[in-house]
């Protein structure tokens, strides 16, 4: 599983993507653009049901991406020393998250498995499922959200190595184009010892259950 050319950048990798937050639009021209939306679609947005869609939409949108609003490693930033020497494997899996495609706006649902080698610095579970949500509720595609949840831990903890498994179903496959239900894609990152040494690599496919 060492095929993934993803490795860590030394900048803060929470930036970027929230450049264009200065050219926000306002939450009214936001609800505008559903409405325009609606009426392309051929919809009467009268009508009593619609009447109200352009606002819950838009309120239904602050909560997919608010993930623009974190900082993943501001989440990781508070972290413990005192692990009476552990440096075993920390692994946090099946950690469901829901993000969405940034080429169709539709749903990508999956898990994520992470996992890290201490290296005198641990963090609480929490943050590791809370970074994967930061990046996830954002507009994504699953190659980019598996490079960035391993980049962030690298680059905070800078432990001795990170591994990191994504498996999804894309509804931008499902629901339309193709329609081949019941696909799941799967992609890893994988960071220093990880990467380097083969018989750890297969301990973290074994723990989280994937055949090696």
């Known amino acids: 599983m060492t095929r993934n050319p993803f490795t860590p950048v030394a900048a803060n990798v929470a930036a970027q993507p929230t450049r264009a937050a200065e050219h926000r639009p306002s939450r009214s021209e936001a609800e505008e653009a559903v409405r325009v939306l609606l009426r392309w679609a051929g919809e009467d947005i009268g009508r009593e049901g619609l009447r109200d869609t352009p606002k819950r939409v838009v309120k239904s949108y602050e909560e997919f ?28 899996r099946d950690i469901d998250f829901e993000s969405h495609c940034e080429h169709h706006m539709v749903p990508i649902i999956g898990k994520a498995h992470v996992a890290y080698l201490p290296d005198r610095r641990v963090v609480g579970i929490s943050k590791l499922a809370r970074v994967v949500d930061a990046y996830a509720k954002r507009l994504q595609i699953q190659e980019r959200l598996t490079a960035q949840i391993a980049s962030a831990i690298d680059q905070v903890l800078k432990p001795r190595g990170v591994a990191i498994m994504v498996s999804s179903q894309h509804h931008c496959m499902t629901t339309r184009g193709v329609h081949k239900h019941g696909t799941q894609m799967v992609t890893s990152c994988m960071i220093g010892a990880f990467r380097d040494e083969p018989q750890l690599r297969r301990e973290f496919q074994m723990m989280i259950g994937m055949p090696v």
């Open 65 to 92: 991406f608010r993930g623009y609003a974190q900082d993943p490693v501001e989440l990781l930033s508070r972290t413990f020393e005192e692990v009476e020497g552990y440096d075993e494997m920390v692994l946090l």
